[in-house]
C-alpha cells in the first residue's frame, strides 16, 4: 500500500467563542486527515461542532468572537497562519465550500449565471463571455436541466435540489483540491439526496478530489464515506473506517446515534414498527462542558470510575489491526469501549 501525504491534515484544531454566557469552547483538539480521492464523513448531532470547525479552516468566523489555534495544513500551507488574501486565494482552488442552505447562502437579486461568473473571475483573468460560457457548461456538469437558460434564472425561480447544485457547481468552478460539503442533502427528499450524492461521487471520480462530508445521516454516511469521524461536545469521540464505525461502534455515543435508526425489516408483534432507542439527557453547553469523558452525563453504561473525572485520550480500539496505519485504525475515546474493554493507550495515540 503505497502511503502518500495528506491533501488536509488537521492537527488539534481549537474554537473558542466569545458569548454572553462565558467562553464557549466549541472545538476542542480535533486532529484528522483528508486524502485525495478520499471522503471522510463527519457525523453528530446539532451543536457537537462539525460547521463550526471547517468554517474556522476557511477563516470564515468572526475575528472578534472566535479564538482559533492548531495547525491545517492544506498541501503543505498552514490555512490558520496564512494572510487573508493568501485564504481568499484558496478558497475556490483551493478549497470549495457547499453550505446547508443554498437558499441563504445565494445572492437572491443575482442571477445564477452572474454568481458563477464572479466565481471564476475572482481566480481566473478570463473575459465574461469566457467565464460565462463555463458556468454554463457547469450546469451542464451537474445536471442541471436546460443549463443556457438556467444560466439566466434566479435562485427562486429553482427548485431545492436545482439550488443546491448551483452550490456544487459554485464550489467546484475553480477545480478544487478539497470540497466541504456542510449537510449538502438536508432538508431534500430522498430522490434529490440520491441524485447529489451520486454527482459528487462522479465528480470526485472525475476530478481526484477529497471530500469533507458533514451531516447527522448516517444512512448517507455508509453509502458515501471512507472513513468516519465522530463529534460530541466538540471532540472527536471515535473515528476509523466506514466500516469498523457503523458495524464494531466502540463508543457508547456512536452505539447509540445507531441505535436511533429505523429498522424497517424489523416489526413488532403487533405488526407495528419497532420503538426508536434515544440518547437520554441533552448535549452538554459549550460554555459547561463536564470535566471527565464529555458523554458521562448521558452515557448508560458509566462503568469506570474515570468517567466523571479524567478525559480518555482518542486510542486504538483493542483486539483491532492497526497494520494499515493511523489514517484507517479505528480508534475511540472514551474509558468504556466495547468488545475488547477500553481502548489500548500508546505515548503515539496520546
Sequence with gaps: MTVTAPLLEVEDLHVRLRTPRGTASVVNGLSYTVGAGETVAVVGESGSGKSVSVLALLGLLPAGVATVTGRALLDGEDLLAMPADRLRQLRGPGVGMVFQDPMT?????LTVGRQLVEGIRAHVDVPK?????????????????????????????????MR?????AIALSNSPALLIADEATTALDVTVQAQIIDLVQRLQADHGTGV???????????????????????????DGTVDDVLERPAHPYTRGLLGALPDLAVARADG?????????????????????????PRCPVRADPRCETEQPPLAHVRGQSRDFGPS??????TWCAEDGGAPGTTEEDR
Aim: glycine residues 12%; proline residues 10%.
Design 105 to 109: 447562502s445565494l445572492n437572491p437579486v
Design 164 to 168: 443546491q447544485r448551483v452550490m456544487i
Design 272 to 296: 407495528g414498527l419497532p420503538d426508536l432507542a434515544t440518547v437520554p439527557g441533552t448535549p452538554p453547553a459549550p460554555t459547561d462542558l463536564p470535566a471527565g469523558c464529555v458523554f458521562w
Design 328 to 333: 484507517l485504525a479505528h480508534r475511540a475515546a
Design 129 to 161: 463571455a469566457v467565464a460565462r460560457r463555463r458556468a454554463v457548461e457547469l450546469l451542464g456538469e451537474v445536471g442541471l436541466p436546460g443549463p443556457e437558460k438556467a444560466v439566466d434564472r434566479y435562485p427562486h425561480e429553482l427548485s431545492g435540489g
Design 212 to 238: 469533507v462530508w458533514i451531516t447527522h445521516d448516517l444512512g448517507v454516511v455508509a453509502g458515501i464515506a471512507d472513513r468516519v469521524l465522530v463529534m460530541y461536545g466538540g471532540r472527536c469521540v471515535e
